[in-house]
């Protein structure tokens, strides 16, 4: 098993250039709760705009406010197989869209060596450096947003390195990462990957923006050991996950558009996989996390308490937004538009093909272009185009979002 897993980290390091596969925290976080939450970017708001599926610890909620709650000596269960992680991860969830137009959730599965974590959950790697030296591990009240899901284009997309997608022809492939999503079926299932920037500004616990106070080695990478810029001159640990979306249902081509495009679609209406994002709210307890970096553990990690997976499995937060997320639905959760192009027909997938201006938040019937709730002012949001009705005036909520209030 070791051997084993050793080797596919081997696979994945030797194509980012690492000289070393020893010293990756790599462990397993089953399913916490799949809602529409999001206590990052819109704290206090039930629901926020997109679908989120969440890992980790109980403090999970709508709102997660680091000046009331110390996350990791308060909560009292995780789902992550090292028991003293408290932290909550999450990313967006896959949908399905098929020729009619019905929309269905794309179930996770467990990674190598994790079969039996509920709902598949991710797998979150903490690596210190692949070159030895102290890291600082992050701190209380510590959050970030990696990616931005209003992209829909590679320059965009380029502004962060390492999102990617890896098609999994097997559960161990792990060469061919893409900045887009995989525009053929992939036989096991697509990999979505997401790697967060390794330099901390040394000061700030969160900002604005939830990303401004990391950054990207100023040369190199973190891989090949490169250098924190001198605004953001501490490093900290690369925290990464790998989420496993379970295609293998939908990979007969026949179910798949007429025009060869690819039919998976983000809960945040993105074909392109452009807008693919995750977020981190720290929570271990005590100094666990810091130990276990200057301790170079792998998946074994003698200082750090463990749990099995069904022990994992028992933690769970039951959902506060009450709308159906599976079975056959007509939008996306929140009415969520689809903007964007479709991978593989290399043609816009909004504005001719009806994806936007019929139902959900925008244009309920009106003429002009309106939007109710979530996207950027004036021109496309990631939720569709935001022109504001008369008598209503585009607000920008932060860099992401804004209503017509
Ligand atoms: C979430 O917050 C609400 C309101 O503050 C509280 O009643 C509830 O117990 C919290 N849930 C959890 C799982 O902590
Ligand atoms: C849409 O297609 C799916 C897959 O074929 C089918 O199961 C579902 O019932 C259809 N929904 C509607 C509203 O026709």
Same mark, same amino acid.
């Given at each position: 098993m070791k051997v084993q897993q050793r080797s596919l980290l081997a696979a994945a390091l030797a194509l980012a250039g690492a000289p070393s596969v020893d010293a990756v925290l790599r462990f397993s976080c089953s399913e916490l709760v799949t809602e529409r939450l999001d206590p990052l970017?819109?704290?206090?708001?039930?629901?926020?705009?997109?679908?989120?599926?969440?890992?980790?610890?109980?403090?999970? %909620?709508?709102?997660?406010?680091? =000046?009331?709650? %110390?996350?990791?000596?308060?909560?009292?269960?995780?789902?992550?197989t090292f028991s003293e992680d408290f932290s909550n991860y999450w990313t967006a969830v896959l949908?399905? !869209?098929?020729?009619?137009?019905?929309?269905? !959730?794309?179930?996770? !599965?467990?990674?190598?060596?994790?079969?039996?974590? !509920?709902?598949?959950?991710?797998?979150v790697y903490y690596t210190p450096s692949y070159q030895g030296g102290k890291v600082t591990a992050f701190q209380p009240g510590f959050r970030m947003i990696v990616g931005n899901p209003g992209y829909r284009t590679a320059q965009e997309a380029a502004k962060f390195r390492q999102l990617t997608f890896t098609c999994l022809e097997t559960m161990y492939t792990r060469d061919g990462e893409t900045t887009s999503m995989p525009t053929k079926p992939c036989r096991e299932g697509i990999m979505a990957n997401v790697r967060f920037p390794t330099c901390w500004d040394g000061k700030n616990l969160d900002t604005p923006s939830h990303s401004d106070h990391v950054a990207y080695p100023s040369s190199g990478t973190f891989e090949s050991g490169g250098p924190c810029p001198s605004s953001h001159p501490v490093k900290i640990p690369q925290l990464f996950y790998e989420v496993i979306w379970d295609t293998r249902q939908f990979n007969d081509r026949s179910l798949w558009p007429e025009d060869g495009s690819q039919p998976f679609v983000w809960s945040y209406g993105d074909y392109t996989g452009y807008g693919t994002h995750g977020d981190y709210v720290f929570g271990w307890k005590g100094d666990s996390l810091q130990r276990a970096m200057d301790a170079n553990c792998d998946v074994y990690c003698p200082t750090l308490k463990s749990q099995s997976i069904s022990q994992a499995n028992q933690c769970k937060v039951n959902r506060v937004v009450n709308e159906e997320i599976d079975g056959w639905l007509a939008s996306l959760p929140g009415g969520v538009e689809v903007v964007g192009p479709q991978p593989g027909t290399g043609s816009g997938g909004n504005n001719g093909g009806g994806n936007n %201006?019929?139902?959900?938040?925008?244009?309920?019937?009106?003429?002009?272009?309106?939007?109710? =709730?979530?996207?950027?002012?004036?021109?496309?949001?990631?939720?569709?185009?935001?022109?504001c009705a008369a008598g209503s005036t585009c607000r920008a909520q932060n860099q992401y979002y804004s209503q017509c209030l």
């Open positions: 970017v819109f704290p206090g708001s039930n629901p926020s705009p997109h679908l989120h599926q969440i890992v980790g610890g109980n403090m999970f %909620n709508v709102t997660m406010d680091s =000046k009331q709650h %110390n996350i990791g000596e308060e909560a009292t269960c995780t789902t992550c949908y399905f !869209r098929a020729r009619n137009g019905s929309y269905i !959730r794309v179930p996770q !599965r467990p990674n190598v060596d994790f079969d039996g974590a !509920r709902g598949g959950g991710m797998t %201006n019929g139902g959900g938040n925008n244009n309920g019937g009106g003429g002009s272009c309106q939007v109710a =709730k979530w996207a950027q002012c004036g021109g496309q949001g990631y939720t569709g185009c935001t022109t």
